[in-house]
Every structure is written in C-alpha cells, then in structure tokens.
C-alpha cells in the first residue's frame, strides 16, 4: 500500500484518502490482521511507537482497521536474565506469554526485545545465547497459535547524554547494570539486530529500527554532535518513537500522509494507554510496582467513549 510522493503532493488530502483504496497492490500481511498484538519493554510499555502506527493507518483509511492491543512491560527480557544489584528480578516474557496469546487471541504478533537482555553488559556468547533462545522460543509460541510475527530489532543504546552523568562504565569492570552501564553497549543491540536481520529464519517478518534510528540521530549530529532521541540512553522521546514507526509502517508498505494533528495523536495516545493498563493487569504478570489497569470491560467501555472523539476529530 504505497502512494507515491508526487501524487500526495498534489492531490489535496480529501482526495488521497479516497485513492489509497485503489492504490492497494496485496498489503502485507499486518495490515489484513484483526487483531495486532505489541510485546517489549519499557519501550513498548511506554507505547509512542505503537500510538503512532495506530494513527497513521487510520489516516490512511485502513478498512477494516486491525485492532491494536499493546501489553508492553517494563524491564521485561526474552532471555530471562537479569543483573545483579537489580531491585528485582526482571520479568520474563516467557512467564505470560501463553496467557496473553490465550487472552488475545492475535494473529499478528509484533515484538520488540533486546535493550534488557544483554543486562547493559559488555557482549557476551552466554547471555547472547540466552537472547536468541528467548527469541527461538517466542516464535515458536506465537506460531504455535497460528498466529504470524513480526520481529523489531531493539533500537539503539545511546551513551552520549550519559557521560556527564556517571552512568557509564569502561571494558573490564566487573559489576555492570543498569545503574553502570558498559559504555560500549551499543556493540550489544549491534549484534542482537545483526542475528535479528541476517543470520534469524523462520520469521514472517523482521523490521530494523535499530537501523533506522541510528541512522536518523547520526544524520541530525552533523549539525548539532549533541542530538539524541533518548535522553537516558534508552528509552527514546516522541522523535524517537516516531522513528520507530516509521520504520515498521515501511516494512507494512506504508508511508506516512502528514505529520498527524497532534489532537488526534492525543486522543489515540490516550486510547492505547487505557487498553494497555487493562489489557496488561488483566493478563497478568510479575513486575512490582506497576499500577492495575481498569477492569478490561470498564477500559473497552472507556476506549468506545474515545473512539468517537477521534472519529470525529479524523473527520474535521
């Protein structure tokens, strides 16, 4: 499903909308989905990236449009590892996986794991191979429901907002976490996107967004050195997950058709954030300190209420 630049150029936005329909060729497979189910991290929890796939595809007028439901949880791993000195240990997604594919009932799964799984450590062929065989196992789990996935590498380590700040730590330390990073742990999620893209089989799909946003911070540092999309290191800010975006709307043979009127983003941010607390308590999990989602009937009630307003706001 692309429209080529020329035409959205030229054709006023009424119009373009009315031509995507017959601008089909076969869209891929996420796009023919009833239900999309979004698993990860903090990144995933935190959900930009997911708003705003959301928004475009209806934007563009996606009919029927794939119900997006995203249970993200922070510091969650596929590997099942966790650092020492971490204030608890790290929830693997292995120990719901099978309650949310029950729950959910996808049949597309979009996943998004590496940023935790090499615990901020500098690479290492045992927890690597912890990664890979937590990734094995997720696709033999969603594959095992019918369901289709597709596979994110993890966006990229940034280090440069973390020197002033006593986070980082050279090669050779002993103790790394997430409190002293190995400065180099960008080399980590290098080589995890890596395996992801060139050496993985058996994926419907895999989408590089660690080459999407790498490449987008080094092209905005040839004026400003300083630049990042995630002021932590880690979690990306708007920019970055719209980046993130991006890169998986391409893989789905989608272009953005503006940049989204940031009322409506609002209000599908709004939505998923709901769905994503009630969907996540409702499937359950062992992170402490999350707080509960709405009962899941009150939350669809809620999310129905919002689903007018943004109705209403696509069609002004």
Same mark, same amino acid.
Request: charged share 25%.
């Given at each position: 499903m692309r429209v080529r630049s020329a035409l959205y150029r030229t054709l006023p936005a009424l119009i373009l909308l009315a031509a995507v329909a017959s601008l089909y060729a076969e869209p891929a497979f996420p796009l023919r989905a009833k239900r999309i189910l979004f698993l990860g991290d903090s990144i995933t929890h935190g959900g930009g990236y997911v708003a705003y796939i959301e928004t475009q595809l209806r934007l563009l007028g996606v009919d029927p449009l794939p119900e997006i439901i995203n249970i993200g949880l922070s510091s969650e791993t596929c590997s099942g590892l966790s650092e020492p000195g971490h204030p608890f240990p790290r929830p693997d997604v292995h120990e719901r996986l099978d309650r949310a594919l029950a729950a959910v009932q996808p049949d597309v799964v979009v996943a998004c794991y590496g940023m935790?799984?090499? %615990? /901020?450590?500098? $690479?290492?062929?045992?927890?690597?191979?912890? !990664?890979?065989?937590?990734?094995? #196992?997720? %696709?033999?789990? =969603?594959?095992? @429901?019918?369901?289709?996935? =597709? *596979?994110? @590498?993890?966006?990229?380590?940034?280090? %440069?907002? #973390?020197?002033?700040?006593?986070?980082?730590?050279?090669?050779?330390?002993?103790? /790394?976490? !997430? @409190?002293?990073? /190995?400065?180099? !742990?960008?080399?980590? *999620? @290098?080589? /995890?996107?890596?395996? %992801?893209?060139?050496? $993985?089989?058996? =994926?419907?799909m895999v989408v590089d967004v660690h080459a999407a946003v790498a490449k987008y911070v080094a092209d905005q540092r040839r004026e400003n050195p300083a630049f990042s999309v995630s002021p932590d290191g880690i979690h990306p800010n708007a920019d970055g997950h719209r980046v993130m975006a991006q890169a998986v709307l391409t893989a789905w043979g989608v272009i953005d058709v503006s940049e989204p009127d940031p009322e409506l983003l609002k209000l599908i941010t709004q939505k998923t954030h709901l769905l994503h607390d009630a969907w996540l308590s409702h499937v359950g999990h062992q992170r402490p300190g999350v707080k509960a989602g709405l009962p899941l009937p009150e939350a669809q009630q809620k999310a129905q209420e919002l689903e007018t307003k943004i109705a209403r706001r696509i069609e002004e």
């Open positions: 935790n799984d090499g %615990i /901020y450590h500098p $690479l290492n062929e045992e927890r690597f191979a912890a !990664y890979r065989d937590g990734v094995r #196992l997720l %696709i033999d789990k =969603v594959h095992a @429901t019918g369901a289709k996935l =597709v *596979l994110l @590498t993890p966006p990229p380590f940034d280090p %440069i907002p #973390l020197e002033a700040k006593g986070k980082l730590q050279p090669a050779g330390q002993e103790v /790394y976490g !997430y @409190t002293g990073m /190995y400065a180099g !742990y960008d080399e980590v *999620l @290098t080589r /995890y996107a890596q395996w %992801i893209m060139q050496e $993985l089989e058996g =994926v419907e």
